[in-house]
């Protein structure tokens, strides 16, 4: 078995704290550090939007403003998808970026690609990953979705990438994390989820520590059959 060099996974909750930003980010700058290189070239992953150009101009402004250099898309989606030419860009990228969107299509695309494997394997052997929003989310283990929008009872889960080995949400906390939620009831007892608040985001190391950085993250756990906040965690504190 090859020995694996996984490096932390940084997980951004974007939403308005990001939006509302006019210069440089922080912690995109904070991301673009790990690498040591002087304006790092960033691939972007974008099938959760459909590669959505206007967000992909966006995002890559805000980066190149933040420190990064060439921000080059690894075309997955519609005519120009391509999946060994997004193989490529990935391959000589220093980092690796999953944009916003929807999870459960993000993923579908990355499994009819053939690049979940991919990005694994470019993860273990130390690529630097990043994520916004959903983008967070596919970084992590697992998503819900309803079979039956109207029916609660249709909820599973579904396998993400599994890069970072914890459940997350981001920018849910205007409804007080209601999907995080479902998820954990759904997963056995003793499970925890992290609420990334708007703005925020949360480092999780290989070993399964994370730590908050430039804003809070909420942490529940899976208790009996409900579901409880158990703390806050602010920036400096690295938690299990």
């Given at each position: 078995m090859a020995e694996s060099h996984s490096t932390p996974i940084t997980l951004l909750a974007g939403g308005r704290g990001m939006r509302n930003r006019k210069g440089a980010d922080p912690l995109l700058q904070s991301v673009f550090k790990q690498t040591g290189v002087r304006k790092p070239t960033v691939a972007y992953v974008g099938p959760a939007s459909g590669d959505n150009a206007e967000f992909r101009l966006w995002m890559a402004g805000l980066m190149q403003k933040s420190g990064a250099g060439h921000v080059r898309l690894a075309p997955l989606c519609g005519r120009d998808g391509d999946a060994e030419k997004a193989k490529g860009v990935l391959e000589t990228s220093d980092l690796i970026f999953v944009s916003g969107g929807d999870v459960e299509e993000g993923m579908r695309v990355l499994r009819e690609k053939g690049m979940i494997s991919v990005l694994r394997h470019l993860h273990q052997r130390g690529k630097i990953f990043f994520g916004t929003s959903a983008g967070s989310i596919m970084l992590a283990r697992q998503w819900i979705r309803w079979r039956d929008p109207d029916d609660d009872a249709s909820a599973v889960l579904f396998d993400c990438l599994g890069l970072?080995?914890?459940?997350?949400?981001?920018?849910?906390?205007?409804?007080?994390?209601?999907?995080?939620?479902?998820?954990?009831?759904?997963?056995?007892?003793?499970?925890?989820?992290?609420?990334?608040?708007?703005?925020?985001?949360?480092?999780?190391?290989p070993d399964g520590t994370v730590?908050?950085?430039?804003?809070?993250?909420?942490r529940f756990q899976k208790k009996g059959s409900g579901v409880v906040q158990i703390e806050s965690l602010w920036p400096d504190r690295t938690a299990d």
């Open positions: 970072a080995p914890i459940f997350c949400d981001t920018h849910g906390e205007e409804d007080g994390w209601e999907e995080l939620q479902a998820l954990l009831r759904l997963s056995p007892v003793g499970t925890i989820g992290h609420g990334i608040v708007s703005g925020a985001g949360l480092i999780a190391n730590s908050a950085i430039g804003g809070e993250t909420h």
